[in-house]
């Protein structure tokens, strides 16, 4: 069963802007992963956020965690036209299997 | 780094007869892979998680006698999907679990099912 939330479904912006997506979960977890996956395409996994870390980098990717609020959000700067794609927050606990968001389909326009 | 191998990334079939997928870990051993559906425009929805050497755990709704899991080797898992039907064409994705780095999963790059 599908435990995150994501915000918003579906987002368009202009190239150059920022883009920032939520995901919020229910139970309790070990980290956190945004992927990224293109139309008809596998998934590209972007970063991982452990339970414990409130921020992280790579790239042009941020990503926080705040886990009082089980939430997370995912933010590309300087958005552009080849980022365009569905982003998925994935929640995951021990050895269990990723429990997946229903994702924001994220439109960037040149 | 690790690599889990799906094949065939497409396939076309018939209704009425099965067609099987198969998921490998290139690199590493998994004991525990897991089957994912995904329909268009939808997001992942497990299916099924497969341990080597024992039968696999279905999620709710999912016909285990539709969809056959067999993971015979710690390398390998199948999906064979039975007597198909046009509504299960979609997107099948296994990912595979490494107790390395802390268990972590690598995605597979899925396999789509068209049925006619």
Known sequence: SQQGEEDPQALSIQEGENATMNCSYKTSINNLQWYRQNSGRGLVHLILIRSNEREKHSGRLRVTLDTSKKSSSLLITASRAADTASYFCATHSGNTPLVFGKGTRLSVIA | GAVVSQHPSRVICKSGTSVKIECRSLDFQATTMFWYRQFPKQSLMLMATSNEGSKATYEQGVEKDKFLINHASLTLSTLTVTSAHPEDSSFYICSALTSA???????????WLTVV
């Not at chain 2, 780095?101 to 396999?111: L, M, P, Q």
């Open chain 2, 101 to 111: 780095s802390g268990n972590t999963i690598y995605f597979g790059e899925g396999s």
